[in-house]
């Protein structure tokens, strides 16, 4: 279970309750609302990325804690979604108002990481090789065929590629797109453990 | 991506350049539209990739910097981006350095493009459009010059010419330069402009590389483009130096003609053409990834 401290302090836990409320009420069928949660936290991560947030996915759960226990608490709610997109927003402004309060905003955003550039740099092409080695051998040919090549040659490689796949340029951005998720999330995995190999 | 939409609603809203009201509302609909929210976060990746490339303007570098990449997910992105393109260079061929032409970054790309598009070079060159210019005089302006010369917001110029040659294929002079067929024969007061004619380019070789002379007298250069089958009754035009940085979008250009004559004339202010190596694209209406054709050409003046 989440456990989240509102701002104010006032600590409040998410119960098995709440959560099964807040599914239920994005879809009847457990399964579809399981996959609409993780849709919807997507989203609340990446609204706290582009807003700035330092730490988007706690910020993301404290709105789905507030969400699920409003819902708990009766509330009747018709789009969740639009529902949790006001409450993100209540969510960063005191945010944004706990930073002022306490000044902690820039140490935490522009602090550099304490590793050697260098060693950082290396480590991150080890993973990404090592993720690269992980993708089907068809995946990895036109993820690294499609960021090759620079400016206008490289948007004729794409064309070129998209041709030879038998696709739309769009459709093989779209695909592209998915293995570079797929492979960024992999690399993100393996250098928060202890060794990459 | 052939270009990136900076001046799009996703990427200004990533760039941080809504406003707050703007801003909010498309944050309530990325949270109601699952295809608008994944055409962001795909924004959001070009984005950064063209930022690890070098391939931003300053200002939208500077935009960048002080939003998506101040964050610890923002700098985990670039690294990974940085990374990403290390890779892929790694795996890219380079051409051989003995074949490489001399004259410049365009050049390089074209000799890139060559291996696979030589079987396809004479075709090309059989088809393509034969270019002309010629001047304007008083009192011809064309209704489509008009729409055009107003899309742009730009002064206009006093006098635009009548209906423009039709598309003839015939074969282009040597190295594609276009030159004028007939001397300035106009008083200093009036206004000029000069056409060129362009030919739908699927495929490209050095050799195709249309080399326009601009009359140190024109006020206006008028590219007419040549479409073969547009789904559309309307384009809109991106202008690009070859080196990618942006110079003016114009929309909702209308295809005029019909047939083989089907094409988009795009007027461009002379002051906005400093002889360099230029790329204009047609993109579908609402979608500036979806090119629909692409015309190369450099600039020189006479």
Same mark, same amino acid.
């Given at each position: 279970?989440?456990?989240?401290?509102?701002?104010?302090?006032?600590?409040?836990?998410?119960?098995?309750?709440?959560?099964? &409320?807040?599914?239920?009420?994005?879809?009847?069928?457990?399964?579809? &609302?399981?996959?609409?949660?993780?849709?919807?936290?997507?989203?609340?991560?990446?609204?706290?990325?582009?807003?700035?947030?330092?730490?988007?996915?706690?910020?993301?759960?404290?709105?789905?804690?507030?969400?699920?226990?409003?819902?708990?608490?009766?509330?009747?709610?018709?789009?969740? &979604?639009?529902?949790?997109?006001?409450?993100?927003?209540?969510?960063?402004?005191?945010?944004?108002?706990?930073?002022?309060?306490?000044?902690?905003?820039?140490?935490?955003?522009?602090?550099?990481?304490?590793?050697?550039?260098?060693?950082?740099?290396?480590?991150?092409?080890?993973?990404?090789?090592?993720?690269?080695?992980?993708?089907?051998?068809?995946?990895?040919?036109?993820?690294?065929?499609?960021?090759?090549?620079?400016?206008?040659?490289?948007?004729?490689?794409?064309?070129?590629?998209?041709?030879?796949?038998?696709?739309?340029?769009?459709?093989?951005?779209?695909?592209?797109?998915?293995?570079?998720?797929?492979?960024?999330?992999?690399?993100?995995?393996?250098?928060?453990?202890?060794?990459?190999? | 991506?052939?270009?990136?939409?900076?001046?799009?609603?996703?990427?200004?809203?990533?760039?941080?350049?809504?406003?707050?009201?703007?801003?909010?509302?498309?944050?309530?609909?990325?949270?109601?539209?699952?295809?608008?929210?994944?055409?962001?976060?795909?924004?959001?990746?070009?984005?950064?990739?063209?930022?690890?490339?070098?391939?931003?303007?300053?200002?939208?570098?500077?935009?960048?910097?002080?939003?998506?990449?101040?964050?610890?997910?923002?700098?985990?992105?670039?690294?990974?981006?940085?990374?990403?393109?290390?890779?892929?260079?790694?795996?890219?061929?380079?051409?051989?350095?003995?074949?490489?032409?001399?004259?410049?970054?365009?050049?390089?790309?074209?000799?890139?493009?060559?291996?696979?598009?030589?079987?396809?070079?004479?075709?090309?060159?059989?088809?393509?459009?034969?270019?002309?210019?010629?001047?304007?005089?008083?009192?011809?302006?064309?209704?489509?010059?008009?729409?055009?010369?107003?899309?742009?917001?730009?002064?206009?110029?006093?006098?635009?010419?009548?209906?423009?040659?039709?598309?003839?294929?015939?074969?282009?002079?040597?190295?594609?330069?276009?030159?004028?067929?007939?001397?300035?024969?106009?008083?200093?007061?009036?206004?000029?402009?000069?056409?060129?004619?362009?030919?739908?380019?699927?495929?490209?070789?050095?050799?195709?590389?249309?080399?326009?002379?601009?009359?140190?007298?024109?006020?206006?250069?008028?590219?007419?483009?040549?479409?073969?089958?547009?789904?559309?009754?309307?384009?809109?035009?991106?202008?690009?130096?070859?080196?990618?940085?942006?110079?003016?979008?114009?929309?909702?250009?209308?295809?005029?003609?019909?047939?083989?004559?089907?094409?988009?004339?795009?007027?461009?202010?002379?002051?906005?053409?400093?002889?360099?190596?230029?790329?204009?694209?047609?993109?579908?209406?609402?979608?500036?990834?979806?090119?629909?054709?692409?015309?190369?050409?450099?600039?020189?003046?006479?």
């Amino acid at each position: 279970m989440v456990e989240k401290t509102h701002s104010r302090g006032v600590r409040w836990r998410l119960s098995q309750t709440a959560f099964d &409320a807040l599914l239920a009420s994005l879809d009847a069928d457990r399964v579809r &609302a399981g996959e609409q949660y993780e849709r919807l936290r997507q989203k609340l991560v990446k609204f706290f990325e582009w807003r700035g947030a330092v730490a988007p996915e706690d910020l993301a759960d404290e709105t789905l804690n507030r969400v699920a226990r409003k819902i708990e608490s009766g509330e009747e709610i018709r789009n969740v &979604a639009a529902f949790c997109s006001g409450v993100a927003r209540l969510v960063w402004h005191e945010t944004l108002k706990e930073r002022e309060r306490t000044g902690e905003l820039a140490a935490d955003v522009a602090a550099p990481s304490a590793a050697d550039p260098g060693d950082e740099e290396e480590l991150r092409l080890d993973a990404l090789e090592l993720c690269l080695g992980e993708l089907p051998g068809d995946h990895r040919a036109i993820v690294l065929e499609y960021y090759a090549g620079e400016r206008r040659a490289k948007i004729d490689h794409r064309k070129e590629l998209a041709r030879r796949l038998g696709i739309e340029v769009n459709a093989l951005r779209i695909r592209v797109h998915r293995i570079r998720a797929r492979l960024e999330s992999c690399v993100k995995q393996r250098l928060k453990r202890p060794s990459t190999s | 991506v052939p270009y990136l939409r900076t001046n799009d609603e996703a990427m200004q809203f990533l760039l941080g350049k809504l406003t707050e009201e703007e801003r909010c509302a498309l944050e309530d609909r990325l949270f109601a539209d699952d295809d608008l929210f994944d055409r962001v976060v795909m924004a959001e990746a070009d984005l950064v990739d063209a930022y690890a490339r070098g391939e931003l303007s300053s200002e939208d570098r500077e935009c960048l910097e002080a939003g998506l990449l101040a964050t610890p997910a923002g700098r985990e992105r670039l690294a990974f981006a940085r990374a990403l393109d290390a890779r892929a260079r790694r795996a890219r061929v380079e051409p051989r350095p003995e074949q490489t032409p001399a004259w410049g970054g365009l050049g390089a790309w074209l000799f890139a493009r060559r291996g696979w598009v030589a079987g396809a070079a004479a075709a090309t060159l059989a088809v393509a459009a034969a270019s002309a210019w010629y001047f304007s005089r008083p009192g011809e302006v064309a209704p489509e010059s008009t729409e055009i010369v107003a899309e742009d917001r730009s002064p206009a110029p006093e006098a635009v010419p009548s209906e423009p040659p039709p598309l003839v294929p015939t074969p282009p002079p040597s190295n594609d330069v276009e030159t004028p067929t007939r001397p300035p024969s106009r008083s200093p007061s009036r206004a000029r402009v000069a056409a060129f004619q362009f030919a739908p380019q699927t495929v490209r070789t050095i050799e195709e590389l249309r080399v326009i002379r601009v009359p140190s007298d024109a006020d206006t250069v008028r590219l007419v483009l040549g479409l073969e089958e547009p789904e559309r009754s309307r384009y809109s035009a991106v202008l690009k130096t070859a080196a990618g940085e942006p110079v003016l979008r114009r929309d909702s250009l209308p295809v005029r003609g019909d047939g083989p004559r089907r094409r988009v004339v795009l007027d461009l202010p002379v002051d906005r053409l400093p002889p360099e190596e230029y790329v204009v694209a047609l993109t579908e209406p609402d979608d500036e990834s979806h090119v629909v054709a692409d015309y190369i050409f450099r600039v020189e003046r006479q």
